[in-house]
């Protein structure tokens, strides 16, 4: 990063890109920066192989990380110029950002930025207070904004169902070995370790089952950890009309969009992504809803704030490279300029 002009800006987009979240914390991201711009790549090595054999959840959170290094750079006052790359001969390049001129910054985009850090997921139980429909909306309007949906679930029957298909994938992952296993290599109480999910972001074991089933990361059976959580908490399911993994990508961007939106709004979030992760009840879930393909459940409410967890550093995820022409095939990508 030799140029003055965006060299401070890079390094605040990578230092935003780093936080976004993704299944265990995997962090399943390599960047590369060639002059004025961050390529986003998956890496393969940190994808899921049990509960996310096809990347589809590690690509969902390069889309978070390529949202949240647009959202830095328009939050300083730089535009941003994404491309999202569906090129076939190399199939982990997920995206591209330029930092172009200068733009004014707006002050709900820098909210949004501000809340970048500040975000995490909460898995403890939330408060009995509905979320009003005028937050709902903001929610729905920004899942749009970047191209997606955000189907709330709500009628009673409905959420039953929901609830239900949570409950069957729960059990499914629950009784397979490998699955199991994969979870205890990423759930740790090592305070140095800079991925996985450590102990103290986990929350309490519901008392009474209620409607929610939250993935188990510990087999503590320990009743007096146990915590009556909420009785009606707001489901949510983002979803795209399509399921190529560029779709995959957008979705990334929409959740993340949402989450920060939530998080701006005082609102708690968790992701309940079981029924995402069994492909039979992807398409039960699909079906049920029919609103495209489902990308990510969330659980949204209020409730009591927790703690970022850690991140790699920048150096350990990004690759400078002189400022050559990369050979990039832009056809068929999808691109915006903010
Ligand atoms: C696609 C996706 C799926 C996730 N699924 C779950 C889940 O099922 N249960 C859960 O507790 N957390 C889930 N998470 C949250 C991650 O564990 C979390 O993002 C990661 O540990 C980093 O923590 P942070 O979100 O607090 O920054 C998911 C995250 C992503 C991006």
Redo the contacts with the bound molecule.
């Keep these: 990063m030799t140029n003055p002009d965006t060299e401070g800006p890079l390094r605040t987009a990578l230092s935003a890109a780093i936080?976004?979240?993704?299944?265990?914390?995997t962090q399943p991201w390599r960047f590369e920066v060639h002059g004025d711009r961050v390529e986003v790549f998956l890496d393969r090595d940190r994808v899921l192989p049990v509960a996310d054999p096809d990347g589809r959840?590690?690509r969902?959170?390069c889309g978070?990380a390529v949202f949240n290094i647009r959202l830095a750079l328009n939050g300083i006052g730089r535009a941003a110029v994404t491309h999202l790359l569906p090129d076939p001969h190399r199939p982990d390049l997920l995206a591209s950002v330029r930092v172009a001129g200068n733009r004014v910054v707006i002050p709900s985009e820098r909210m949004l930025a501000e809340m970048i850090p500040r975000?995490?997921?909460?898995?403890r139980p939330f408060l009995e207070r509905a979320v009003p429909d005028a937050v709902k909306a903001t929610l729905m309007r920004a899942a749009e904004r970047e191209g997606a949906w955000l189907r709330l679930v709500e009628r009673p029957p409905e959420v039953d169902a929901v609830a239900a298909l949570i409950r069957r994938a729960d059990t499914v992952q629950s009784e397979d070995p490998a699955y199991r296993a994969e979870l205890r290599d990423w759930v740790h109480g090592d305070v140095n370790r800079l991925d996985?999910?450590p102990t103290r972001?986990?929350g309490p074991r519901a008392r009474t089952p209620g409607l929610i089933t939250?993935?188990r990361?510990t087999d503590d059976e320990d009743p007096s950890r146990e915590r009556p959580f909420e009785q009606q908490p707001l489901l949510a399911v983002l979803t795209t009309p399509g399921d190529a993994p560029i779709d995959q990508v957008q979705a990334?961007k929409a959740?993340q969009r949402v989450l920060l939106t939530a998080a701006d709004l005082g609102l708690c979030s968790?992701?309940?992504?079981?029924p995402?992760?069994v492909p039979a009840v992807r398409a039960a879930l699909r079906a049920l809803l029919r609103a495209g393909s489902p990308?990510?459940v969330l659980r949204l409410g209020y409730g009591y704030g927790?703690s970022?967890?850690p991140?790699r550093p920048i150096s350990e995820v990004t690759r400078l490279v002189s400022d050559t022409s990369t050979g990039m095939t832009l056809q068929g990508e999808r691109s915006d300029h903010s």
């Design positions: 936080r976004a979240p993704s299944p265990h914390n959840e590690a969902l959170a978070a975000r995490h997921t909460n898995r996985g999910v972001a986990l939250l993935r990361f990334g959740m968790s992701f309940l992504s079981q995402i992760e990308h990510v927790g970022p967890v991140r």
